[in-house]
């Protein structure tokens, strides 16, 4: 696998065994859809895995992206995926539950409001959805006009709305589905 567009393009990214990656036609157009928002973005991917998205986000243009994952071994594939595109000084791992991820994000020192959530949890765990959804707006770590990608089975409809995000595009890769949520 590796890097799609911008200034990471075909680094290749090491996928962590048992893990389900994005497929690269599946990312190109998530990224085609989401574009307007990564200029000097700040990027949470929740359900990291190999970073892919995150990094597809970096180098794009986004100028800081947050990975969640709390498996240790897909921690170690993720560091080395962050420092093979050599983006270490735009990346922070976060070796926590979605949840844990949140909180700690919330609680940081440094004020973080992010422009650009990227979903992508175990496609069995629906209700992962709606907990991070909410919980990134009772934390306040979403402005006006941040997004949110949820990656998904396209059988698992997701609702219109979690909250004040309301979803404003939906669309179907063969048994995937991508929606985006708007604050």
């Keep these: 696998m590796k890097?799609?567009?911008?200034k990471y393009k075909y680094r290749k990214i090491e996928v962590p065994r048992g893990s389900r990656?994005?497929?690269?036609?599946v990312r190109e157009a998530v990224f085609s859809m989401?574009?307007?928002?990564?200029?000097?973005?700040a990027v949470l991917d929740l359900f990291a895995g190999s970073g892919a998205m995150g990094l597809e986000a970096l180098s794009r243009g986004a100028e800081r992206c947050w990975f969640c994952e709390s498996n240790r071994a897909s921690q170690n594939i993720l560091a080395s995926n962050i420092?093979?595109?050599g983006a270490g000084?735009?990346?922070?791992?976060?070796?926590?539950?979605?949840r844990a991820a949140i909180a700690e994000l919330a609680g940081s020192?440094?004020?973080?409001?992010?422009?650009?959530?990227?979903?992508?949890?175990?496609?069995?765990?629906?209700?992962?959805?709606?907990t991070a959804m909410m919980l990134l707006q009772e934390y306040g770590l979403l402005d006006e006009g941040s997004i949110v990608v949820a990656e998904h089975l396209y059988d698992n409809k997701l609702s219109d709305t979690y909250g004040e995000l309301k979803r404003f595009k939906a669309k179907r890769y063969g048994s995937?589905?991508?929606?985006?949520?708007m604050l």
């Design 3 to 6: 890097i799609t567009s911008g």
């Design 21 to 25: 990656p994005t497929t690269e036609k």
């Design 34 to 41: 989401i574009q307007p928002w990564l200029p000097d973005a």
């Design 83 to 85: 420092s093979g595109c």
């Design 89 to 98: 000084s735009e990346a922070v791992i976060i070796g926590r539950d979605y």
């Design 109 to 130: 020192t440094e004020t973080v409001k992010l422009d650009v959530v990227i979903m992508d949890p175990p496609y069995g765990e629906i209700s992962y959805y709606e």
């Design 176 to 181: 995937i589905g991508v929606d985006v949520f």
